[in-house]
């Protein structure tokens, strides 16, 4: 069906998902990362730590790359600002139902977080989609080995 529709309609089904969802990505949107972080953000506190967990949603990692300067910049001031041991942004790709992270602060934390590490504060967490139920357990599995 689809197929026959965007014959009719002489249309890219791909590129126009691409550009359909793009007009609400924050990532794509010149928002400010100060209104990233803070779009979806709670403040957790484990093992007498204090961490905070932001979350966006995407279609695709489409921008990420562009405004990860800016954001690494925010979280950095979260940290200070609130005495926080980690602040987080896990960007999740609601297609492919896998995660990046940005994280920043403590490095013996940082350390210990078991997803792949491809930057100093950028990791890869394949198929992570939840805050509540992935993210917080694993990061709260770094936070204890402190």
């Known amino acids: 069906m689809l197929e026959w529709l965007t014959g009719i309609a002489k249309i890219d089904a791909n590129k126009f998902t691409e550009e ?3 007009t609400g ?25 204090k961490i905070s967990i932001s979350q966006i949603e995407e279609i ?8 990860q300067e800016g954001l690494v910049r925010e979280l950095r001031k979260l940290v200070e600002k609130e005495g926080l041991k980690l602040a987080c942004l896990l ?33 890869s967490a394949t198929d992570v989609v939840s805050r509540k139920k992935q ?8 936070l204890k080995t402190l």
């Open 25 to 49: 990505s924050l990532l794509r949107s010149k928002t400010e990362p100060s209104v990233i972080i803070q779009a979806d953000r709670k403040t957790f506190t484990e093992y007498g730590y």
């Open 91 to 123: 960007v999740t790709d609601i297609v492919t139902h896998d995660s990046m992270l940005l994280a920043v602060g403590d490095e013996e934390a940082l350390e210990n977080i078991e997803y792949e590490r491809l930057g100093p504060n950028l990791f």
């Open 60 to 67: 695709g990692m489409f921008g990420l790359e562009d405004v």
């Open 20 to 22: 359909f969802f793009a």
């Open 135 to 142: 993210l917080f357990p694993a990061i709260s599995r770094a």
